[in-house]
Every structure is written in C-alpha cells, then in structure tokens.
C-alpha cells in the first residue's frame, strides 16, 4: 500500500518558520516526484511545490517563491517543505502527494496546476494543519 504520512504542522505566528515532512511507503520513493498541497478553510486544493524524482528539479506556487523550500532524502523516503517568512494566508491543511511528474506549468518561473491536475495528482496522504496567526 502506498501510503504518505505529512507531520511537522502547528500553530506559528507570522513572520515565524515550519518545517514539514512526508514519510513515504509502500512504492519506489526515487521513481516519483512528490508535491505538496494545500487547501485552505472555504478553498480549494492548490499546489504549492514539487521536487522531480532525482531532486535535480524543483517548482514553487507564485505565492510561495522566495519563502518555501522544498527538499527530499531519497534514503530516509521522506520529503520536506521548509516554509518561512509565514503569512495568515498561508493557513490551510498541507498534504503531500506523489506522481510520476509534477506535471502543472510554468507561467514565467511559477509552477501552476489547474483543479483537475490538482485532483488526479497520484497518490495522497494525511494532511498536516499550518495555522499562522497575525
């Protein structure tokens, strides 16, 4: 069973600093790319970043360019999104998920995917909550 297990959220004020992770099994981690995702309360699931399967590429939402991270151990399975610099606006439920490209686009050097993208991404886990208080 593929399973994805997101962990590392909690309740920040802004300006402050979260370090999630995904713990992945039950597939070859190294074949895949991995994502994370967002949905915020009354909004739908966006994407926020995706590292390729060696690492050597990553992508970033516009609105996180600049203040997230995101890194991946192929040896310990595991995925990681550093975020800093955090806003309200950046409260929501963050999942991971992986497949076997990123897939979305690029406007300019921004990774976008549209709703159906979003929603036939590979494999989902449990999400982690990210609440930042003004």
């Known amino acids: 069973d593929v399973q994805l297990q997101a962990s590392g959220g909690g309740l920040v004020q802004a300006g402050g600093s979260l370090r999630l992770s995904c713990a992945a099994s039950?597939?070859?981690?190294?074949?895949?790319?991995l994502g994370w995702f967002r949905q915020a309360p009354g909004k739908e699931r966006e994407g926020v970043s995706c590292?390729?399967?060696?690492?050597?590429?990553?992508y970033y939402a516009d609105f996180v360019k600049g203040r997230f991270t995101i890194s991946r151990d192929n040896a310990k399975n595991t995925v990681y999104l550093q975020m800093n610099s955090l806003k309200p606006e950046d409260t929501a439920i963050y999942y991971c998920?992986?497949?076997?490209?990123?897939?979305?686009?690029?406007?300019?050097?921004?990774?976008?995917?549209?709703?159906?993208?979003?929603?036939?991404?590979?494999?989902w886990g449990q999400g982690t909550l990210v609440t930042v208080s003004s």
């Open positions: 590292i390729s399967s060696s690492g050597g590429s990553t």
């Open positions: 039950g597939f070859a981690f190294d074949d895949y790319a």
């Open positions: 998920a992986a497949d076997r490209q990123c897939g979305g686009r690029l406007y300019g050097t921004s990774w976008y995917l549209w709703r159906e993208e979003v929603n036939g991404f590979g494999s």
